[in-house]
């Protein structure tokens, strides 16, 4: 089975036609037709197996990519394909798959020019994951992993949070890191490192066509050796009216230059916001433990969930939790409200926040003892799902380098 904690990058523009003989397989296919990574694609489902197959292409052209199935035999699917080969065009790959697991049938296959063959029993994102691979470019190793970060409503400290998440996983993982402040006219990155960038996300979002390895450095303000911002302008001199697909080529841009992208994503809904939730690896919304944000966390739970279904649960955390004098909603009535247990409660702390808040520092930074640093290391090994990873320290811009060059 696939391992969801992988990420897998996005199926390019190409056509997909499959041919199922099995009522099970076409329902593994359907669900990945609706699959973020797979919507750039066009995809279509048929049954009738190889047979089907031959018919349909016989006096028609043949997609990017044939996806057949055949429960028969070694020498039956053998044949089969044989005569698929005769009318495929040049450069059309086929997905073979099949109930027969053995190692010479795979072999055959192969030297025959299939692209893959898969075994029963497989889920949907065993095959997205062989897709993707098929049709990402060999020579780009690194798919970065993003993880966006959202707030119910103003004031729940997901910026905060973001921020802190960011700082640690680069600490921790030792791994070159960037966060993205999506918050064009109101954003917090630059202030809460206490930096002060010309240039940002703004620059990067108004002129994605200009996307390269030297401009995407001019726009990141480095904060640590591993850490690195793309601040928001935080100015009221323009209107952000922002298309749905407005924040893609930069998030895209950087799967391939850093192994870890934190989105800050600002209170409020559009579709670019939409959007860049959908597509992350991993989603962590943040709530106060209050009326208003376990109804939009449920409204944020349940439009998530609906998108997303061959993907990881998006992560709750719940903040501020324990303030005097305040009526709260216990934490385990807000966990099964939702239908999911909270990743991690963090403790109202003013004095700890605000001080970090006010000198531009991490909560690690001001105190390194703090038990909220556990909770930050504790979501730093959920969130990334590799836990171990200890590697030569290297600056974010060396590794865009490398994998540019």
């Not at 990945?32 to 197996?49: C, E, I, T």
């Not at 950087?254 to 597509?279: E, F, M, Q, S, T």
């Not at 009326?291 to 903040?319: C, G, H, Q």
Request: charged share 25%.
């Amino acid at each position: 089975m696939s391992d969801l904690s992988s990420p897998i990058a996005s199926v390019p523009r190409i056509s997909i036609q499959a041919f199922c003989e099995q009522m099970d397989t076409h329902g593994i296919l359907a669900q990945a037709v609706s699959d973020r990574r797979m919507s750039r694609a066009h995809f279509k489902l048929h049954m009738g197996g190889v047979a089907a197959a031959i018919e349909a292409y016989r006096d028609a052209p043949t997609p990017n990519l044939i996806v057949i199935e055949s429960a028969g035999a070694r020498e039956e699917l053998v044949a089969q394909l044989d005569n698929l080969a005769e009318i495929c065009d040049e450069g059309t790959k086929v997905v073979a798959i099949g109930r027969v697991n053995d190692i010479l049938l795979y072999r055959e296959l192969m030297a025959r020019g299939v692209s893959e063959y898969l075994v029963h029993p497989f889920d949907t994102s065993d095959f997205v994951r062989i897709v993707s691979e098929l049709y990402n470019t060999p020579g780009q190793r690194l798919i970065g992993r993003v993880i966006a970060v959202t707030g119910t409503k103003g004031g729940t400290g997901a910026s905060t949070l973001a921020h802190n998440l960011a700082w640690t996983i680069s600490r921790t993982l030792e791994q070159p890191t960037v966060i993205v402040d999506m918050d064009l006219p109101f954003g917090t990155a630059a202030l809460d490192f206490n930096q002060d960038p010309p240039q940002g996300t703004a620059d990067a979002v108004f002129a994605s066509d200009r996307l390269d390895t030297n401009y995407v450095e001019r726009l990141l303000s480095r904060c640590t050796h591993n850490l690195s911002i793309m601040a928001a302008p935080a100015m009221l001199d323009r209107n952000y009216d922002l298309g749905e697909d407005a924040f893609e080529p930069v998030i895209e841009f950087l799967r391939g230059a850093a192994p870890y992208i934190v989105l800050d994503l600002p209170h409020g809904w559009a579709g670019w916001k939409r959007n860049a939730l959908i597509g992350a690896d991993e989603v962590v919304v943040v709530a106060g433990p209050d009326l208003a944000s376990l109804r939009n966390a449920k409204n944020i739970f349940d439009a998530i969930r609906a998108a997303r279904p061959n993907d990881l649960e998006p992560r709750l955390v719940l903040n501020g939790i324990g303030m005097a004098k305040r009526p709260e909603i216990p934490v385990a009535d807000f966990a099964k409200a939702l239908d999911i247990a909270p990743m991690a409660s963090i403790l109202h702390d003013p004095k700890l926040f605000g001080t970090a808040t006010n000198n531009g520092q991490m909560l690690g930074e001001v105190e390194g003892s703090a038990k909220v640093t556990e909770v930050f290391a504790e979501l730093t090994r959920v969130v990334t799902g590799r836990p171990d990873l200890k590697s030569a320290r290297r600056g974010l811009f060396e590794k865009i380098k490398d994998v540019f060059a």
